[in-house]
């Protein structure tokens, strides 16, 4: 693994299903991130983890959860898929300490119909 | 509300010639982060900007920040048509971070 992998690529789904978007990190950052993109609205935080243990919720919380078990993993799960959570998933991981840049992965496209 | 906006939101350009984006934020965060991205493709680093006054330049990229006015601008010179993409900042720190909502540049040839 190099970077940041994500899982899966592309899924369509029911609306009313669970999904667990999957994400792991190979460069011992402590801090893990997800994201939406919507065409206009740009990127928008959803959860956002600092350590192993802890979780923090961002912009727009409602609907996702997140757990953080170890460093390396931090999986997003819809607990009941809606047509509006359709968007493209970026999680990222920074740093905790100096520039704090962040690394995106390569992202998962999901349809909720 | 904490914003970060950028323009333009669409610029078309022509090898060759130099355009400035601009990055308005206020947040109360000094770090401000650029960011490329290719159509269908993630996010990649540019440049991160961590004071007043600070300047970054890697090829026909410069980015530079006024904490003061709460703006950033990534300057384009001789713009060439391997820099069409989208040109995202972002701004904040300590976990939060807030995107601007992207440049789209087309550089015609």
């Known amino acids: 693994i190099a970077g940041i992998t994500q899982a899966p690529t592309s899924q369509i789904l029911a609306a009313g299903r669970r999904m667990t978007l999957r994400c792991t990190q190979d460069m011992r950052h402590n801090a893990m991130y997800w994201y939406r993109q919507d065409l206009g609205l740009g990127l928008r935080l959803i959860h956002y983890s600092n350590t192993a243990g802890t979780t923090g919720k961002g912009e727009v919380p409602d609907g996702y959860s997140v757990s953080r078990a170890n460093t390396d993993d931090f999986p997003l799960t819809l607990a009941s898929a809606v047509p509006s959570q359709t968007s493209v998933y970026f999680c990222?991981?920074?740093?905790?300490?100096?520039?704090?840049?962040?690394?995106f992965g390569p992202g998962t496209r999901l349809t909720v119909l | 509300e904490l914003k970060v906006e950028q323009n333009p939101l669409f610029l078309s350009m022509q090898e060759g010639k130099n355009y400035t984006i601009y990055c308005n934020y206020s947040?109360?965060?000094?770090?401000l982060y650029w960011y490329r991205q290719d159509p269908g493709k993630s996010l990649e680093s540019l440049f991160v900007?961590?004071?007043?006054?600070a300047v970054k330049q890697e090829g026909r990229l410069m980015a530079s920040l006024d904490t003061k006015a709460r703006l950033s601008t990534l300057h384009i010179t001789a713009a060439v048509h391997d820099l069409s993409a989208t040109y995202f900042c972002a701004s904040g720190g300590t976990y939060k971070y807030i995107f601007g909502t992207g440049t789209r540049l087309k550089v015609l040839a």
């Open positions: 947040t109360t965060s000094d770090r």
């Open positions: 900007l961590l004071s007043n006054g």
């Open positions: 990222a991981s920074s740093a905790t300490s100096g520039y704090n840049e962040q690394f």
